[in-house]
């Protein structure tokens, strides 16, 4: 890392404070250091958690991010404390997936993005949204998500 990219960083290298909420939450990228490279970034929260915007009470989600950068890329610290913000926001499973990536595709300008959010159970129902942002280009090497489907103790 270059010493200009690291004085543009606002968190990494910083003692950071856990934000309150997503819109104050401060999501950073650094320029691709491959490119004009096409692969794959593939980012895994097992434990994500936000609040149902009714009952307020926590939900939980396992959330893979994969993207194939263009010009920037995630930094990841700024990644981490932006979805810890989510654990006292309240929103529905579909706006939290989609919502965060959309907000990293606004930032990023990825050639390609998706979210898999893997909701554990509420009200015994699990809950599975995605989201892409086109169409995967063919000579990625894009793995499965594996996350396999909610199967309970069965």
Request: glycine content about 10%; proline content about 10%.
């Amino acid at each position: 890392m270059t010493k200009n990219i690291g004085e543009t960083l606002k968190q990494l290298g910083q003692e950071t404070e856990l934000p309150t909420s997503p819109e104050k939450a401060i999501l950073e990228r650094v320029p691709n250091p491959q490119e004009g490279q096409l692969y794959l970034i593939r980012f895994t929260c097992p434990e994500f958690t936000s609040l149902c915007p009714i009952t307020n009470q926590p939900d939980f989600a396992h959330l893979v991010i994969d993207y194939i950068p263009n010009d920037w890329i995630m930094e990841s610290k700024s990644l981490k404390l932006y979805l810890s913000s989510y654990r006292n926001h309240g929103a529905f499973h579909e706006d939290c997936t989609v919502g965060i990536g959309k907000k990293i595709e606004k930032l990023i300008s990825p050639r390609w993005l998706r979210i898999g959010g893997y909701w554990y159970p509420r009200g015994g129902i699990p809950i599975d949204v995605f989201y892409q942002s086109g169409k995967a280009p063919s000579e990625v090497w894009i793995p499965d998500q594996g996350v396999p489907p909610y199967r309970g103790r069965g």
